[in-house]
């Protein structure tokens, strides 16, 4: 099912490349294969950030009525099945989906694993004169390997970047950044969901960091400019429903 997604990515990907490398965009230290992962994730973030905005006015609408739901949550604490119906009223009141911050991530993922196996296996794979692993960019493994795949101190993007704080730490950085900036609209007044994303904001970064060590340097790419894409994102954002909310009041 992941092919359905990997395959236009690849191509896209390709396509992308093929632009670069006739325009003459390379340059001696950022390869046409960097530059091509760039604008592909660049590209691939911007038909997903109606999704992505999406997300963020769900979360910020909870967020609005987390008081409101812990009001209730005081009042009927001796009568879960009131409360529940009471929190069920005022999220219909409210238009509020307590599950619509996930809908888009979930509806997301699927293509976020397309994006993640195209990088991983660009070009086919072989053992013993046979192919192991198709190649989503190139079907010539040949014309893979000669490629120039540089960017800045990373002579192959095919390779874990030799770096330990090269881009895996970059990746972790943005991923804690990231974390935080949407954690801050999602959690509320909610003490434990504050609690249980402080955790998150803790390990996952440390997750990615140790991940990008093995990885190989080209996803690490992938997902620090992703990462900057969505942080700059859901800073406008931000600002954008704040703005709203000021007008409004």
């Known amino acids: 099912m992941i092919d ?18 006739n325009i003459g965009l390379e340059t001696e230290y950022i390869s046409a294969y960097a530059i091509a992962i760039i604008l592909t994730t660049i590209i691939f973030k911007l038909i997903l950030l109606p999704l992505g905005i999406k997300q963020s006015k769900s979360m910020k609408k909870m ?30 009141e409210h238009n509020a989906n307590p599950f619509g911050s996930c809908l888009p991530l979930l509806i997301q993922m699927p293509i976020l694993i397309g994006f993640f196996r195209v990088l991983r296996n660009p070009a086919p794979i072989f053992e013993a004169g ?15 390997e000669q490629l120039n795949k540089s960017f800045l101190w990373i002579s192959n993007l095919k390779d874990p970047d030799p770096v330990l704080w090269g881009l895996p730490l970059l990746a972790a950085i943005t991923t804690f950044l990231q974390s935080r ?7 509320g007044g909610d003490e434990k969901a ?7 904001n803790m390990v996952f970064p440390v997750l990615i960091l140790i991940m990008s060590r093995s990885f190989p340097a080209g996803l690490a790419l992938y997902w620090v400019i992703g990462n900057i894409f969505t942080i700059v994102q859901q800073l406008i954002t931000n600002r954008t ?4 909310k000021e007008e409004s009041s």
């Not at 009042?75 to 069920?88: F, G, H």
């Not at 900036?181 to 959690?187: E, H, N, W």
């Not at 504050?194 to 998150?200: N, P």
């Open 130 to 144: 046979e192919m192991i692993s198709k190649g989503y960019v190139f079907q010539d493994a040949t014309l893979y």
């Open 181 to 187: 900036i949407m954690s801050s609209k999602s959690a």
């Open 63 to 92: 967020q609005d009525i987390q008081p409101k739901v812990k009001e209730i949550q005081e009042k009927y604490k001796n009568d879960p099945q009131k409360q529940q119906a009471k929190t069920m009223e005022l999220y219909k």
């Open 241 to 244: 429903m704040g703005g709203v």
């Open 194 to 200: 504050q609690q249980t994303q402080k955790t998150m």
């Open 4 to 21: 359905i997604f990997a395959k236009p990515l690849g191509a896209l990907l390709r396509m992308i490349f093929d632009f670069v490398t």
